[in-house]
C-alpha cells in the first residue's frame, strides 16, 4: 500500500508530517511506501538531517511546489494553486500512483479535492468527516464534523448509514446505536431538518436508531454514533478540546497546590496519564466518509503520533473494506 502525506499541512509542517513518517515505519508491510507530498528540495534536506539513514527504504518524495494556508479560500486556493502539496495528493490518488491520502491542512480544501478528483461512492450525495470521541463509556464515531455545514435530510441519514458501518468495522461495534442531536430527545423536538431525518432514520431497518439525543449524551453512553451538522459537529469537538484540557490542567494544579511537595509530581503525571487517553492525536485523524478512496484528515496542530496514527487508520480503513460495506447499503437508494 501506497499512503500520500500532505507535507505541508500542519501548523509545524514539514517537521511533524516528516516525523511522523519515520516513526510509522513498524506499521509498514515489506511492499507498504510512505509519498510525502511538497517541496521536495526542502524534504530532502529535513530528511538528511534527521538522523535516519535507510528512510528512502519506506519513503518517497513527490513535488509539489505550492502551499494552501489555513486561512485560504478553499475551492479558489485549489484553482490558483493547482501544484498545491493537497491538490497533487488528491491527483495522485485518482491516479493509483498512491492508494490513501493523508492531511492536517484547510479541511475545506482537502475535502473539495476529494470530491473532484476522487469523486463519490455511488449513490452517496455528500461525503461527511466522522471522527472518533473518546469517552468513559467507549468510542462514539460523531459524523459531521466539518464536510458540509449545509445539510439536507438524506444527508444526515446517510451520515448514520456510513458512520455505522465504521464504528462496526473500525471499532468493533457489532450493532452502533445511532443518536440524532437534537435539542430535545422527544421525536417532535427540533428543526425541520431534524424532524425530516428522524422519519428517514427510523424508516431504515439497516441503522440501529435509538431516535433524537441532546449533546450531554456524547459522553453518557448513550449511543456508539451521534450525527449531526458538520457546522454543529465541528463547534463540538473544538469546544470538547478546549474544556478537557483546560479541566485536566485545573484539576492537575488544584491537586498539586493541596497536596504535599512530595506527592505533587505524581498527580502531575496522573493528569498527564488521562489527558493521553483521551488526545485526538492517539486517534490519528478522521476519514472523510463516502468518497471513491482514502483521505483521512488530520488535525491542523496534530503531532508526529497523530500522523503516525493516521497511516494505522488508514491501513486499517482499507483492509477492513469500509467503502465497499458502505456501497453495499447504499445500493438500494438508486432503485
Not at 491520502?101 to 478528483?117: E, L
Not at 469523486?119 to 466539518?146: E, K, S, W
Not at 488526545?279 to 466518509?289: I, M, V
Request: include cysteine; aromatic fraction near 4%.
Amino acid at each position: 500500500m501506497r499512503i500520500g502525506i500532505d507535507a505541508m499541512g500542519s501548523d509545524d509542517a514539514p517537521g511533524v508530517e516528516i516525523q511522523g513518517a519515520l516513526t510509522a515505519r513498524p506499521l509498514l508491510g515489506g511492499e507498504d511506501r510512505i509519498v510525502l507530498i511538497g517541496p521536495e528540495s526542502l524534504l530532502r534536506e529535513k530528511l538528511a538531517g534527521c538522523g535516519v539513514a535507510d528512510w528512502a527504504e519506506w519513503i518517497e518524495i513527490h513535488h509539489a511546489g505550492q502551499v494552501i494556508h489555513m486561512d485560504d479560500s478553499p475551492v479558489e486556493a485549489l484553482r490558483a494553486k493547482p501544484d498545491s502539496s493537497i491538490a497533487r495528493m488528491a491527483q495522485l490518488h485518482r491516479d493509483g500512483t498512491i492508494d490513501a491520502c493523508i492531511s492536517a491542512g484547510n479541511t475545506g480544501a482537502c475535502v473539495a479535492a476529494a470530491q473532484m478528483r476522487l469523486r463519490r461512492l455511488a449513490n452517496v450525495h455528500r461525503p461527511g468527516i466522522a471522527i472518533i470521541m473518546p469517552t468513559f463509556h467507549g468510542p462514539v464515531a460523531l459524523c459531521d464534523v466539518g464536510a458540509n455545514v449545509a445539510c439536507k435530510p438524506q444527508h444526515l441519514h446517510q451520515y448514520a448509514v456510513m458512520s455505522s458501518v465504521y464504528a462496526r468495522t473500525i471499532c468493533g461495534i457489532q450493532s452502533p446505536r445511532v443518536g440524532l442531536l437534537s435539542v430535545g430527545e422527544e421525536e417532535g423536538k427540533g428543526n425541520d431538518l431534524i424532524k425530516r431525518t428522524h422519519e428517514l432514520m427510523k424508516a431504515d431497518a439497516s441503522v440501529n436508531f435509538i431516535g433524537n439525543v441532546e449533546g450531554r449524551d456524547l459522553f453518557c453512553g448513550t449511543c456508539d454514533v451521534m450525527v449531526c451538522d458538520g457546522f454543529v459537529g465541528n463547534v463540538i469537538i473544538k469546544l470538547v478540546e478546549g474544556m478537557a484540557e483546560g479541566v485536566v490542567r485545573g484539576m492537575a494544579g488544584e491537586m498539586a497546590a493541596g497536596l504535599p511537595p512530595e506527592l505533587a509530581p505524581q498527580a502531575k503525571k496522573a493528569a498527564k496519564t488521562i489527558m493521553g487517553k483521551y488526545d485526538y492525536n492517539e486517534y490519528g485523524g478522521a476519514p472523510l466518509l463516502g468518497v471513491d478512496g482514502i483521505c483521512i484528515i488530520c488535525h491542523g496542530s496534530s503531532n508526529h503520533r497523530g500522523i503516525m496514527n493516521a497511516v494505522r487508520v488508514a491501513k486499517t480503513f482499507s483492509t477492513t473494506g469500509v467503502n465497499e460495506r458502505i456501497t453495499t447499503l447504499l445500493a438500494g437508494e438508486s432503485r
